[in-house]
């Protein structure tokens, strides 16, 4: 069985500030890691993923994650954030034994002028 | 660009009725989700598939059941439909093997008064 913790449900933050939204997993098999995103009203966007390689993992609108297997975790940053970003982040997993993915509960990340 | 379309963006539908949700891809994708998401708890898996005719049940497959007659599509079905039905039902369709990008669709809201 495998699981997500997504440790925090809300986080505010004011614009061109850092930001980290936290994300631990639980499985007994290796993983295969994602952050997605979901805009208001839409459906969700993959924002980036880990399969294996360099734990540090860029991608799409200056986000990046990193793999830590040690800890479980997969936390994702963003060195400035716009209010663009202002949506619902939701960390995932899957596994060779599991094509479906299994979410943590989302994290919003509501951006302040 | 991969397209998945649900049939409907809102739906209100009484206590007692049978609902139909349509998912298509145009992709030619083996693998196919139905997920359930509720504030809090992020999304949940309903069931899959992974080829036509072929289904697994996910994690909460209580009270409904899908049918995949042809690979584009996959309809979620709510034999007699219930309140504590009343969710977000995302769909979601991606490549045979785990670790592919699943892409999203909108978004069904359905109510059950």
């Known amino acids: 069985a495998q699981s997500v913790t997504q440790l925090d449900s809300q986080v505010p933050v004011f614009e061109e500030a850092p930001v980290e939204l936290r994300c631990n997993y639980s499985s007994s098999v290796s993983v295969y890691l994602f952050w997605y995103v979901q805009y208001p009203n839409q459906g969700l966007q993959l924002l980036l993923k880990?399969?294996?390689?360099?734990?540090l993992v860029k991608g799409i609108n200056g986000f990046e994650a990193e793999f830590n297997k040690s800890q479980t975790s997969f936390h994702l940053r963003k060195p400035s954030v716009h209010i663009s970003d202002t949506a619902e982040y939701f960390c995932?997993?899957?596994?060779?034994?599991?094509?479906?993915?299994?979410f943590g509960s989302g994290t919003r990340l509501q951006v302040q002028p | 660009d991969v397209k998945v379309t649900q049939s409907s963006r809102y739906l209100v539908k009484r206590t007692g009725e049978k609902v139909f949700l349509e998912c298509v891809q145009d992709?030619?994708?083996?693998?196919m989700f139905w997920y359930r998401q509720d504030p809090g708890l992020g999304l949940r898996l309903i069931y899959f598939s992974y080829d036509v005719k072929m289904k697994e049940k996910g994690d909460i497959p209580e009270g409904y059941s899908v049918s995949r007659e042809k690979k584009e599509r996959f309809s979620l079905i709510l034999e007699s439909a219930s309140t504590n039905q009343t969710s977000m039902y995302l769909c979601a369709s991606s490549l045979g093997l785990p670790g592919n990008e699943q892409f999203f669709g909108p978004g069904t809201r359905l109510t059950v008064l």
């Open positions: 995932a997993v899957s596994s060779f034994g599991r094509r479906a993915l299994t």
């Open positions: 880990y399969l294996s390689g360099s734990t």
């Open positions: 992709m030619d994708h083996e693998n």
